[in-house]
């Protein structure tokens, strides 16, 4: 049995799979699913997401300062690794399934505001060119533009069930289940990005207390979902495809419709009309 160092009693992280690096190989493409579900949060609301390709897709503003929300709506605490840009939030370093993560308590969510710097305080969030991110300043340009989140439900043990009394034809029922659920689910591969213009910067100092809470994975290496969000600014959207940040000129409008004047007709005078007679 593995015990786990975790950051905020209310969440839990773990991202790649054993033996990788490469944080991008892994998401699933989807920011939710039935039971949990991620957000990006700007200045209070969360971003608007576009699905294209395959993927979901948000726009990111140069200067603004995010927050990652991971939501669990399961009756266990889970654990959330998550990966920005490839870089692990708690360690900054290669993203990877056998590191910490936060711990969410059950129908609830955490807010994770920043590369960590100690239990008390983090490096903001913050979007910026691609030169100016932590994952370029550290050697790894080509992994910007992917927020990927893990999820690992917390190993809880279930009463036996009662034993069953044999069948009526002599035979015995089938085995109970064990003491452990270990059923998850696994994510689908994806391809790496395209060049991107944004990345994530690693900002300015930020007070962020966390404390340390002992949880246990249900799984080692197989998280129940895999979750991830893509991020660009506007250009950058449209050059991946994403058709609602494209700019469409719309055509010059049509000048007013103005029907030709009716033709110069008169009444015809009666027979035997006299046209000389004073006009009165």
């Not at 579900?37 to 300062?65: C, F, L, N, Q």
């Not at 994530?200 to 290496?221: I, K, L, P």
Request: net charge positive.
């Amino acid at each position: 049995m593995r015990f786990w160092k975790v950051a905020l009693p209310l969440v839990s992280l773990a991202l790649l799979l054993p033996g990788s690096s490469d944080g991008r190989i892994w998401w699933s493409g989807r920011p939710q699913t039935n039971s949990y579900e991620v957000e990006i949060i700007v200045d209070g609301s969360a971003r608007p997401e576009y699905y294209h390709g395959g993927h979901t897709y948000i726009e990111g503003r140069r200067g603004d300062r995010y927050v990652i929300r991971v939501h669990n709506r399961t009756w266990r605490r889970v654990e959330a690794v998550i990966s920005v840009d490839g870089r692990d939030v708690i360690d900054g370093k290669s993203s990877s399934l056998s590191k910490r993560g936060y711990v969410i308590p059950a129908y609830s969510y955490v807010d994770v505001d920043g590369f960590r710097l100690s239990m008390h305080d983090v490096a903001a969030f913050r979007f910026t060119d691609v030169p100016d991110s932590y994952a370029a300043r550290m050697g790894t340009p080509w992994k910007v533009g992917i927020i990927g989140v893990a999820v690992f439900p917390e190993r809880v043990r279930r009463p036996r069930p009662r034993p069953r009394p044999p069948l009526i034809s002599g035979r015995r029922s089938k085995s109970a289940p064990g003491d452990w659920d270990s059923s998850v689910s696994a994510g689908s591969a994806e391809a790496a990005p395209r060049s991107r213009n944004l990345g994530t910067e690693f900002g300015e100092r930020r007070a962020s207390y966390v404390s340390e809470t002992r949880f246990v994975r249900q799984n080692w290496s197989s998280p129940a979902a895999r979750l991830s969000l893509r991020y660009d600014d506007r250009e950058g959207l449209c050059n991946l495809g994403v058709g609602a940040f494209c700019y469409h000129p719309h055509p010059p409008w049509p000048p007013p419709y103005e029907p030709d004047p009716p033709p110069n007709e008169f009444a015809e005078p009666p027979p035997g009309w006299d046209h000389f007679a004073p006009w009165y």
